[in-house]
T-cell receptor, first 110, second 114 residues
Framework: DAKTTQPTSMDCAEGRAANLPCNHSTISGNEYVYWYRQIHSQGPQYIIHGLKNNETNEMASLIITEDRKSSTLILPHATLRDTAVYYCIVSAGNNRKLIWGLGTSLAVNP | SAVISQKPSRDICQRGTSLTIQCQVDSQVTMMFWYRQQPGQSLTLIATANQGSEATYESGFVIDKFPISRPNLTFSTLTVSNMSPEDSSIYLC???????????FGPGTRLTVL
């Protein structure tokens, strides 16, 4: 599975958009980009995934570059409850195994 | 989606003892997994719990140390055997439906071994 690179930490003001980048330059054609988050003392929570096209759901938007070598998770109006570690994971479509890195620790500040 | 519960939520155990962690899902799921998350670290997959057969273990994890059961589609247990302080960690259960990439996680079991 392709490896991902994320910034260690980021800050965001409450109410503003949080844009979390992820590099996955060795991604293969059949690999999806997944985003999860883990709020302190909780289990991880699935956010969104995509293959080539941009995706949006009630939680976030996922923007994938045309060459698929990087992506950005967008939380359009961050709240204090969005403070968490955000994991970007690349994995083949139906692969049971997700390889977890250290993620980005996002702090949303009042 | 699936709601996953784990018991116990936390425990403090003595060296050399064993602890069994239970994972219950509120609906039938395809796959169930067990992860370990050591302090300040990311998640590491221990094994896939297979219904009615032996679990599939990842490199570095063995059945004698982490026996796993999955008697039906909604329940699994992980036992941490002959514990040492190095086993102090959070143990997480997860499950998927038909799409493997979308996993639902339990709240975790925080284990401290003295």
């Amino acid at each position: 599975d392709a490896k991902t690179t994320q910034p260690t930490s980021m800050d965001c003001a409450e109410g503003r958009a949080a844009n979390l980048p992820c590099n996955h330059s060795t991604i293969s054609g059949n690999e999806y980009v997944y985003w999860y988050r883990q709020i302190h003392s909780q289990g991880p929570q699935y956010i969104i995934h995509g293959l080539k096209n941009n995706e949006t759901n009630e939680m976030a938007s996922l923007i994938i570059t045309e060459d698929r070598k990087s992506s950005t998770l967008i939380l359009p109006h961050a709240t204090l409850r969005d403070t968490a570690v955000y994991y970007c994971i690349v994995s083949a479509g139906n692969n049971r195994k997700l390889i977890w890195g250290l993620g980005t620790s996002l702090a949303v500040n009042p | 989606s699936a709601v996953i519960s784990q018991k116990p939520s936390r425990d403090i155990c003595q060296r050399g003892t064993s602890l069994t962690i239970q994972c219950q899902v509120d609906s039938q799921v395809t796959m169930m997994f067990w992860y370990r998350q050591q302090p300040g670290q990311s998640l590491t997959l221990i094994a896939t719990a297979n219904q009615g057969s032996e679990a599939t273990y990842e490199s570095g994890f063995v059945i004698d140390k982490f026996p796993i059961s999955r008697p039906n589609l909604t329940f699994s247990t992980l036992t941490v055997s002959n514990m040492s302080p190095e086993d102090s960690s959070i143990y997480l259960c997860s499950a998927t439906g038909t799409w493997m990439g979308e996993q639902f996680f339990g709240p975790g079991t925080r284990l401290t071994v003295l």
